[in-house]
């Protein structure tokens, strides 16, 4: 079963900093384009950052160039992104994506 499990959501103050988890399974995600994307309550989703092209490319939305980087562990079969300085802006559920496949999401909530 193809299958991407988010974890690390959680709550913190802003400036913090967060590492999101996405364990994909049932498949190589290194094969594939994956990204990050969130959806905030009440608004539409949004592309935060990904992966594509065999992996050759990388892109990062404007609003978060600069605090969150993404990574990925092959032998793991995990995607990472690390986000720092977060701001009440980020606050939104954060989910992995590759082709039709989705998590179930992460909550990420910045609030002081």
């Known amino acids: 079963e193809v299958q991407l499990v988010e974890s690390g959501g959680g709550m913190v103050q802003p400036g913090g900093s967060l590492n999101l988890s996405c364990a994909a399974s049932?498949?190589?995600?290194?094969?594939?384009?994956i990204f990050w994307v969130r959806q905030a309550p009440g608004k539409e989703p949004e592309l935060v950052s990904g992966?594509?092209?065999?992996?050759?490319?990388?892109y990062y939305r404007d609003s978060v160039k600069g605090r969150f980087t993404m990574s990925r562990d092959t032998a793991k079969n995990t995607l990472y992104l690390q986000m720092n300085n977060l701001k009440p802006s980020d606050t939104a559920t954060y989910y992995c994506?590759?082709?039709?496949?989705w998590g179930q999401g992460t909550l990420v909530t910045v609030s002081s």
């Open positions: 992966i594509y092209n065999g992996g050759t490319s990388t």
């Open positions: 994506n590759s082709g039709r496949t």
């Open positions: 049932g498949f190589r995600f290194s094969n594939y384009d």
